[in-house]
C-alpha cells in the first residue's frame, strides 16, 4: 500500500482537538476538543464524471457545522451508522446524543450523572445497544432510544476502555492498570484476559486502545485475527476472539495514543509519536499493519501531538487530529489484480463467503468469470496467462506429480484468460513476491527464490498444457538461495531445506524479462541472474531499499520505487567511472520523482513508460514527461495526398471516361482502384473490369465477370450495393424485387443468424424449413461459444440438434433434461453411448445403464454397473443378457463384498443368482463360525438349516440341468443317473454337501433334549441324548457329554451315566481344575448311586447295528419301529404317524407339511 498526505484543515481559535470520528456510511466527520469544542463537517463527494476523467480526490468542504452544547472538554465522540446518531461526551460527565434532520444535527438526548467522567463509549454491530463506562467503575447498558437497559458498578476498578464483540455477547473493559477483563452481555464476569504482549514487562503502562473489527466486509482469510489491543508502549497484541491463547504480537516501538482497524479488518493503523534521533522533540507517526503483524508502511505526520485517527468508511482515506489541526492522507492499497489477453483479472472478499472472489472481466467481450479462491496471497499476469499465489488447502490431497513436495505450503496455480487452472505447482516457501515471463514463473520469500518454466512460449490450448505439465523433466523447476551463487552450469534442483535458511539482507523485490532476472535486497543491492540459465551475472548497489522493481522492454534499464514513493532508474549496462577512478557497470540516472505508487513500461518502446503520482497519471518519453492527454477517436484523421484528392473530383465533376485518361498519365493501384469502384456505382462494367485489371484485383474481376451474366439491373445494383459493405441497402433492395432468398443468402453469408431468423419467420414455404433449422442451430452455436448455455437450449430444441442439446444439458447438469431426451430417441441411434457416458461420468447409474440398454450395448452397461458399484444391478444384467462372464463378475462382487465383511449379502448374491452351491459354501462358513463362539444353538442351527435348503437347492439345479442336457436320447433313469454322478463330485470335495443335513440334526437333538428334559420328560431327553454321540466333529464333546450325563443322571440310569463321566474326564480339551471338578462330581454320584450294568433289550441291539440303522423321529427323538411314518419332502427325515398330526411343519427344516 501507499499513503501520502492530501489536505489539511485548521480549527478556527487555534483549539486543540481531542477526539474524531468518521462516519463509515453517510461521510460524516465528528470532531472534539478543549473548550466543548464539537464540529461536524464533511468532504465533498466526487462525481461520477470526475472518476472518469481522473481529477485529484475531492477537498473542499460540504458541511462544517458546530454543535453547541458541551463547556468541558470533549474527549469521547462515536457514531451510530445504522440510526445516524452521533454520541459524544465531556470531562464533566456529559453525554449528548444528536441526530440529523434537515441535513443538520440537533440535540435528541441529554444525560449527566454528575459523578465520574466517561471514559469510553461503544455501539454494538447492529447500533441497537450503546456501552457507556466511566471512570468510577461505573457501567450502563441503554438502547437506541434512550431507555437503560442495565447498569453496574464495578467497584475498586478504574475503567478507561469498551468493546463489543461481533455477535454483541462479550463485553471488554479495559482498565486503568492495564488488564482486560471480558464480560458476557449481561454484565456478568467471565475471565480476564491473557495478555501476551506485556511478558516480561515492568513499569506502569496504559491501554491506548481496543477495537474489534466485526466482520461487517468480510474477512481477508477465514479465522483471521480482528481484536487488536494496543499500550501506550508500543506493544500490541491482535486476537481471533477474547480467548485466543496465541495472539499476533508487535512491538511498534513507539509511544501509541490511538488505533483502529480500516473498513475490511485488513490494514490496522496505529498513531503515535517517535523520539527522532537528531531531535529533541517527539515526530509524530501512524503505522500501518495487516492482522498477521506484518509491518505495511509508516506515515510521518506534522505537528507537536497527534491525539486521534479515523477511517474513512471505503478504506481510501484516514483522517487524523494533531494539535488543532485535521490532516488527511490518501490511501492507495495494494490491489491484487492483473491484465492479461484483454481480460482484467481482480480479487476483492466478501462478508458472505471465506474465499477471495477473483474476476475474470474480458474488456472485448464484456464477460465475467467468477473463480472462488482460498488464501489467495497475489495475482501474477503475463501475456495470455495468470499465476494466482495461494495457500495450500490442507484438506485438499494433492496430485500424484506433486509428491515430492508433500506437505508444501503454498501453490502457484497457472490459469488462463477464463480462469481455466491449467498446471498448480505446490512449493515450500512463501511467495511474497511473484513475477512472470513468457517462459518462467518466479516466486521469491525473503531468503530464496523459485523458478518454474511453465513452456508456454507459443499459446498452447488447454490440453497441452496439461499434457506438458505432466510430463516434467529435470530443470522445469529449480530453487536459490539468495546468498548463492550460482554459474548457470548446473541446475539447481528442488532443495527446500537450503531454501529456508536465513540470511542477513532478505529479499525485498524481484523483476524479470526473457533474458535476465533482477532481485532487490533491504541493503540496496541488486543481484543480476541470466535467464533461462540462472547463473549470477552482476551485482548493483543502490542507496535505496527497493519497494517495486520494473524492467523495460529490453532489459536495459529498471525503474525502482523505493518504501517511501520516490521513483528512479538506473541504466544496468552503461560503464561509467566512479569517484575512486575504477570503471563500474550500471549508473543512476538523474530523473527522481517522489509519490509514486505503481508505474509500467511500454511492450515494444524502451524508452516509454506511464507512472502513477498522488492522483495523477504521467507518460515519459526518454525520461521527458508528456502533457495528459486523454485519447479520442477525433484525434484520429485519414488524410488524402494530392493526387487521390484530384482524380476523386475528376470522377465527380468530368465523369469516367476523362478520369481514365488522368489516371493513366499518373498510374497507381490506388487510383485505378477508385476509377474501378466509382465505374461499379455506375454500373460501367467494361471500365470496372479494366480498371480491376490495372490494380491486379483478382476479385474485382471475377466480381465485374458475375455481374455481366445478370440481367436485371435492380439486382446489379443491388450486388454492387453489398460489395460495398452496404448491406442494409443491398437487402432492402433484394426485399423490393421479391428475393427474400436472396436476402437471407446476403446475411447467411454475414453470419447474421439472427437476422435471417427474422426473413425467415417473414415468409413461408417447405424450403425455410430446414434453412429455419440451420438458423437456429447457428444462434444456439453463438450462445454456446459465450456458454450461455439456457439461451441455446432454446434454439437447439426448435433447430432439433440433438447431439448439442445433449450437451447443453450436460453444461447445465440438467440431468432430467439429457434423461428426457435420451428415451425420445431412437433406438440403436449413435448419440445414445455419448449421453449413457455422460450419465456415468456423474454416477447416474441407472440412466446411464438405460441408455445403454436401448443401444444395444449390455456390456457397456454391465461395466457402468461395475464401476459405480451397483453390483445386484450388474449381476441381474449379466443374467437377462445371458452373457458369459457372470460367473467371474459374481466372484469380483462377492470378493468385494466379503473385503468389506458383508458375508451375508455375498450369500444373498450367489443365491440370487443360483449359485447355490458357493452360497452354502459361505453359509456353512459363517454357521461353523457361529458354533464356534458358542452362540445361541436355535441360531446356529437356523443357520446348518438354510446352509442345507441352500445345497438341496444345488441338487436339484443338477438334475434339471441333466434333465434337460439327455432329453429325448435316453431314458429318465440315465438323466438322473447323470445328476448323481455330478452330485458325487461335488460330495468328494466338501464334507458338507455329502450329509448337508448333518450340522442341522446335531443342533436340533441338541435342542430337543434340553426342552424334554427341562419339561420332565427324562426318558425322551435321554433316547435324544444318546443320538448326540454321532456329532462330536459339530458339537464340542464336552458339551455332549456333560448333557448325557444329566439326562442319564436325572433317568437314574447310573452305567450310562458313568460312561459320559469317563468320557468327559478323558477329554483333552478340559483344563486340570476343569477336569478336577468332574472327577469330584463323579465321585459324589457314584458313591451314593452304584453304576449297575442294565441288561439291553433287543431294541437297543437293533439302534446300535450299524447296517440298518432304524429311522429317528426328529420330533421326539425316539427310533421309528411302525411301517407308516410321515417323511419330509424337502429334508427327507421322519416322524412318527401319530407325531405328525401335532405339527404343520418340520420340526427340522420347518418346510410346511
Not at 481514365?660 to 454500373?683: G, M, T, V, Y
Not at 437333538?1005 to 441324548?1025: E, M, N
Not at 440310569?1053 to 471338578?1077: G, M, N, Y
Request: hydrophobic residues 40%; glycine residues 6%; charged residues 25%.
Amino acid at each position: 500500500m501507499f499513503i501520502y498526505l492530501c489536505k489539511k484543515i485548521a480549527i478556527p481559535g487555534n483549539v486543540r482537538l481531542r477526539c474524531i470520528s468518521w462516519n463509515k456510511d453517510q461521510g460524516f466527520i465528528a470532531c472534539g476538543g478543549e473548550d466543548g469544542l464539537l464540529k461536524v463537517l464533511k468532504l465533498e463527494t466526487q462525481t461520477d464524471e470526475a472518476k472518469i476523467k481522473g481529477l485529484a480526490a475531492p477537498s473542499n468542504l460540504s458541511v462544517n457545522q458546530t454543535l453547541e452544547g458541551h463547556s468541558g472538554s470533549v474527549q469521547v465522540v462515536t457514531w451510530n451508522e445504522q440510526y445516524q446518531k452521533l454520541t459524544t461526551s465531556d470531562q464533566n460527565g456529559l453525554i449528548i446524543v444528536w441526530m440529523l434532520y434537515k441535513g443538520a444535527w440537533y440535540e435528541e438526548m441529554i444525560n449527566n450523572r454528575n459523578k465520574s467522567v466517561v471514559r469510553s463509549m461503544s455501539w454494538n454491530a447492529d447500533g441497537q445497544k450503546i456501552c457507556i463506562v466511566y471512570e468510577d467503575g461505573a457501567v450502563i447498558v441503554g438502547s437506541v432510544d434512550g431507555n437503560r437497559i442495565w447498569g453496574k458498578d464495578l467497584k475498586g476498578t478504574h475503567l478507561c476502555h469498551v468493546a463489543w464483540s461481533s455477535d454483541s455477547k462479550v463485553l471488554l473493559f479495559g482498565m486503568a492498570n492495564g488488564e482486560i477483563h471480558i464480560y458476557d452481555n449481561q454484565g456478568n464476569f467471565i475471565v480476564k484476559m491473557k495478555l501476551s504482549c506485556l511478558v516480561n514487562l515492568t513499569g506502569t503502562f496504559s491501554i491506548a486502545g481496543i477495537h474489534w473489527y466485526h466482520g461487517t466486509e468480510g474477512y481477508i482469510e477465514p479465522d483471521c485475527p480482528c481484536l487488536a489491543v494496543c499500550y501506550n508502549n508500543g506493544r500490541c497484541q491482535i486476537m481471533r476472539d477474547e480467548n485466543d491463547h496465541n495472539p499476533v504480537l508487535i512491538d511498534t516501538g513507539m509511544n501509541v495514543v490511538c488505533i483502529q482497524w480500516n473498513h475490511c479488518g485488513s490494514v490496522l493503523a496505529v498513531a503515535g509519536s517517535l523520539k527522532a534521533t537528531s531531535q529533541d522533540k517527539d515526530v509524530n507517526i501512524v503505522q500501518f499493519y495487516t492482522p498477521f503483524g506484518e509491518h505495511l508502511r509508516t506515515l510521518k505526520v506534522p505537528g507537536k501531538q497527534i491525539s486521534a485517527l479515523s477511517w474513512e468508511g471505503s478504506g481510501l482515506k484516514i483522517a487524523l487530529a494533531v494539535d488543532s489541526y485535521i490532516y488527511f492522507a490518501n490511501i492507495r492499497p495494494d490491489y491484487k489484480w492483473g491484465y492479461c489477453s484483454n481480460t482484467v483479472v481482480y480479487a476483492y472478499t466478501r462478508p458472505d463467503r471465506p474465499e477471495y472472489c477473483v474476476v475474470f472481466w474480458d474488456t472485448k467481450n464484456n464477460e465475467k468469470y467468477v473463480k472462488y479462491v482460498k488464501s489467495l496471497i497475489s495475482i501474477t499476469t503475463y501475456g495470455d496467462f495468470c499465476v494466482l499465489a495461494t495457500k495450500a488447502d490442507e484438506n485438499q490431497p494433492q496430485e500424484e506429480h506433486e509428491t515430492e513436495s508433500i506437505g508444501a505450503t503454498y501453490v502457484l496455480v497457472l490459469c488462463n484468460s477464463i480462469g481455466t487452472p491449467l498446471d498448480p505447482k505446490y512449493i515450500d516457501i512463501g511467495p511474497l513476491f511473484v513475477t512472470m515471463t513468457k517462459t518462467h514463473v518466479i516466486a521469491a520469500s525473503k531468503e530464496a527464490f523459485y523458478i518454474w518454466q511453465y513452456r508456454v512460449a507459443k499459446k498452447l490450448t488447454a490440453m497441452e498444457i496439461n499434457q506438458v505439465a505432466r510430463t516434467r523433466k529435470e530443470g522445469r523447476e529449480r530453487i536459490y538461495h539468495i546468498d548463492d551463487t550460482p554459474l548457470g552450469s548446473a541446475d539447481g534442483h528442488l532443495d527446500y531445506s537450503r531454501a529456508i535458511e536465513g540470511t542477513r539482507d532478505p529479499i525485498c523485490a524481484i523483476t524479470a524479462s526473457d533474458k535476465i532476472l533482477l532481485v532487490g535486497r533491504e541493503s540496496g543491492t541488486i543481484q543480476r541472474y541470466s535467464l533461462p540459465s540462472v547463473g549470477i551475472v552482476q551485482k548493483y548497489i543502490l542507496n535505496c531499499r527497493a519497494y517495486q522493481l520494473s524492467l523495460n522492454c529490453n532489459s536495459s534499464r529498471v525503474a525502482i520505487i523505493d518504501l517511501s514513493g520516490v521513483l528512479t532508474f538506473f541504466d544496468l549496462d552503461t560503464r561509467v567511472v566512479d569517484s575512486t577512478g575504477q570503471q563500474v557497470i550500471g549508473e543512476q540516472l538523474k530523473l527522481e520523482r517522489k509519490d509514486v505508487w505503481d508505474m509500467k513500461w511500454a511492450k515494444d518502446n524502451p524508452d516509454l513508460f506511464a507512472m502513477m503520482e498522488k492522483t495523477r497519471m504521467y507518460v515519459f518519453r526518454n525520461l521527458d514527461p508528456e502533457n495528459p492527454e486523454h485519447p479520442n477517436k477525433e484525434y484520429i484523421i485519414n488524410f488524402e495526398i494530392r493526387s487521390l484528392r484530384d482524380s476523386r473530383a475528376l470522377i465527380e465533376k468530368v465523369g469516367i471516361e476523362e478520369s481514365s485518361q488522368f489516371i493513366e498519365d499518373n498510374p497507381h493501384p490506388r487510383l485505378w482502384r477508385l476509377l474501378a469502384e466509382a465505374a461499379l456505382q455506375k454500373l460501367d462494367l467494361q471500365t470496372a473490369e479494366q480498371a480491376f485489371v490495372r490494380c491486379k484485383d483478382y476479385q474485382g474481376i471475377k466480381f465485374v465477370k458475375c455481374l455481366g451474366n445478370l440481367q436485371s439491373e435492380s439486382m446489379k445494383q443491388a450486388e454492387v450495393a453489398a460489395y460495398f459493405s452496404r448491406f442494409e441497402e443491398a437487402e432492402r433492395m433484394y426485399l423490393d424485387m421479391d428475393r427474400r432468398d436472396l436476402a437471407i443468402g446476403l446475411r447467411i453469408k454475414l453470419g447474421d443468424w439472427f437476422r435471417v431468423l427474422q426473413l425467415l419467420k417473414t415468409g413461408s414455404g417447405d424450403a425455410d424449413d430446414a434453412l429455419l433449422e440451420q438458423a437456429h442451430n447457428a444462434i444456439g452455436d453463438y450462445f454456446a461459444d459465450r456458454q450461455k448455455w439456457l439461451n441455446a437450449v432454446q434454439y437447439y430444441v426448435q433447430g432439433r440438434n440433438q447431439e448439442r442439446l445433449a450437451e447443453c444439458y450436460y453444461m447445465l447438469e440438467d440431468y432430467q433434461g439429457l434423461e428426457n431426451l435420451a428415451n425420445s430417441l431412437p433406438e440403436n441411434n449413435k448419440l445414445l453411448p455419448d449421453i449413457a457416458y455422460m450419465f456415468v461420468r456423474v454416477g447416474m447409474c441407472e440412466q446411464a445403464v438405460s441408455a445403454f440398454l436401448k443401444c444395444n450395448r449390455p456390456k457397456d452397461a454391465v461395466d457402468t454397473c461395475v464401476h459405480l458399484n451397483q453390483w445386484n444391478k450388474a449381476v441381474e444384467l449379466a443374467k437377462n443378457h445371458n452373457m458369459k462372464e457372470i460367473g467371474s463378475l459374481l466372484a469380483r462382487y462377492a470378493s468385494h463384498l466379503l473385503e468389506k465383511n458383508k458375508i451375508l449379502d455375498a450369500i444373498e448374491l450367489y443365491r440370487k443368482a443360483n449359485y447355490f452351491f458357493e452360497a452354502a459354501k459361505l453359509m456353512f462358513k459363517i454357521a461353523d463360525e457361529e458354533a464356534k463362539k458358542r452362540t445361541k444353538p436355535l441360531r446356529v442351527k437356523k443357520l446348518y438349516v438354510l446352509s442345507a435348503l441352500l445345497i438341496e437347492q444345488c441338487h436339484e439345479q443338477m438334475q434339471n440341468a441333466q434333465r434337460g442336457k439327455v432329453k429325448g436320447k435316453s431314458s429318465e433313469t440315465a438323466s438322473a443317473l447323470a445328476g448323481l454322478l455330478e452330485e458325487d463330485v461335488l460330495s468328494s470335495t466338501n464334507r458338507f454337501a455329502d450329509n448337508a443335513w448333518r450340522g442341522a440334526e446335531a443342533y436340533h437333538f441338541f435342542i430337543l433334549a434340553q426342552r424334554q428334559l427341562y419339561k420332565g420328560s427324562v426318558d425322551a431327553a435321554l433316547k435324544t441324548a444318546l443320538h448326540l454321540r454321532d456329532y462330536e466333529d459339530i458339537i464340542p464333546a464336552v458339551e455332549i457329554y456333560s448333557l448325557l450325563a444329566l439326562c442319564a443322571c436325572a433317568n437314574r440310569a447310573f452305567d450310562i451315566c458313568s460312561k459320559a463321566f469317563v468320557k468327559l474326564e478323558s477329554s483333552e480339551t478340559l483344563r486340570p481344575e476343569q477336569r478336577q471338578q468332574y472327577e469330584d462330581l463323579a465321585l459324589e454320584i457314584f458313591t451314593r448311586h452304584c453304576p449297575k450294568y442294565n441288561e439291553k433289550s433287543d431294541l437297543d441291539d437293533v439302534l446300535e447295528s450299524g447296517d440298518g440303522k432304524l429311522p429317528v423321529c426328529v420330533a421326539t427323538g425316539d427310533p421309528i419301529l411302525e411301517y407308516q411314518f410321515w417323511m419330509c419332502s424337502v429334508c427327507k427325515h421322519c416322524m412318527k404317524a401319530k407325531e405328525a398330526s401335532n405339527y404343520n411343519f418340520c420340526p427340522l427344516c420347518h418346510s410346511t407339511a
